[in-house]
């Protein structure tokens, strides 16, 4: 298991500086499964994932961020996020733009998975913070979530665990996705002034509590990156 120090060591590799220096921003071909060419709408993507709901508070904040985000950038990215969506995954299952394909995952896991639910929220309440805004893997914009202790830690990676039975997991980067980008964007990212301010916006998150709360943890499913509920059984 990560301890808090490598994951911190890890992270920090690509949260500080995660903006390329280079002139043109480039977006890998796979993200055109999930927001449209030049229009920026987000295109139907399906499947099922585990994640944490955000509390009023921590909300309220990602939706000023990311309207922010919109007023400087907005041609190049995605239409906004629904902010009622904003969320901490815990652990991604399984996913396509094609719903035929992926139908047949998603339903052989969903009561695994419900269970497993039940499993990590009696781990309890595990205390985080957001660190930074950054460019995360020149897909989207997100907000980094950290562990406070070694502890939190500890009980974060155990719940992730629990759903590796149903799909293995890597490195986990918990996060709160802003905004993804748009590809064919009819205004390209300026570099400098974008990285400029992610590191603006970091001031505003940077050490803010984020309760990850058992009663707000679920089994989603969803249509889009805008659209998910949680299932019930």
Partial sequence: METLHEFDERTGSFQTDS???????????SLEEKVAPRSGSLRPFHGNTVAYFLDDRVRDLVGSIASDLHARFGESLSEPLPVEMAHVTLHDLHASPDRDQVRPLVEASSARASALVARARGIGPIRTVATTVFNMMNTSVVIGVR??????????LTARGLFDEV???????????LA????????????DEFRDAL???????????????????????????????????
């Avoid at 390329?20 to 890998?28: C, D, G, N, Q």
Wanted: charge should be negative; hydrophobic fraction near 40%.
């Fill in 147 to 156: 562990a406070v202790d070694e502890e939190e830690h500890r009980k974060l």
């Fill in 167 to 177: 799909v293995p997991s890597g490195p986990f980067t918990p996060h709160i996705t």
């Fill in 199 to 233: 590191a603006q916006l970091t001031g505003r998150v940077a050490g803010v509590p984020v309760a990850l709360a058992p009663e707000r943890l679920h089994a989603l499913r969803f249509d889009s990156m805008g659209d998910y509920w949680a299932v019930q059984h």
């Fill in 19 to 29: 903006v390329p220096y280079e002139p043109v921003f480039a977006l890998p071909p």
């Fill in 180 to 191: 993804y980008y748009r590809p064919a964007m009819p205004v390209p990212l300026p570099p």
